[in-house]
Nanobody
Framework: VQLQASGGGLVQPGGSLRVSCVAS????????MGWFRQAPGKEREFVAALRRTGSTTLYTDSVKGRFTISRDRDNAKNTVYLQMNSLKPEDTAVYYC???????????????????WGQGTQVTVSS
């Protein structure tokens, strides 16, 4: 499967942005999906994940209550979204979507659990 992330941009603190990840070569509904981010000079970190089965979602503590990961409702678009609200300057990073299969619950936060990665989209939060 190939992943294409888009929707990044420049937004003011407190603003909102939605980034998207389109899967091609395989239905996104077959995969566990995750979003990671990497800020300059920092390691890539887990942001959010959505399990293939059911609607279980996981978030890193710093984005809980502000970010929401979801799939398009009928999966026809093979798209996973990350809705980001109340954005802060510390959310500035390149955001990557990732896909994997058979990920156990305890391993969702590990980048090594995901076999497929998109190219990343830049999100900048600044006034």
């Amino acid at each position: 499967v190939q992943l294409q992330a888009s929707g990044g941009g420049l937004v003011q603190p407190g603003g909102s942005l939605r980034v998207s990840c389109v899967a091609s070569g395989g239905a996104s509904s077959r995969f566990d999906m995750g979003w990671f981010r990497q800020a300059p000079g920092k390691e890539r970190e887990f942001v959010a994940a959505l399990r293939r089965t059911g609607s279980t979602t996981l978030y890193t503590d710093s984005v809980k209550g502000r970010f929401t990961i979801s799939r398009d409702r009928d999966n026809a678009k093979n798209t996973v979204y990350l809705q980001m609200n109340s954005l802060k300057p510390e959310d500035t990073a390149v955001y990557y979507c990732a896909a994997g299969q058979g990920i156990i619950l305890s391993a969702y936060r590990q980048a090594s659990s995901y076999a497929y990665w998109g190219q990343g989209t830049q999100v900048t939060v600044s006034s």
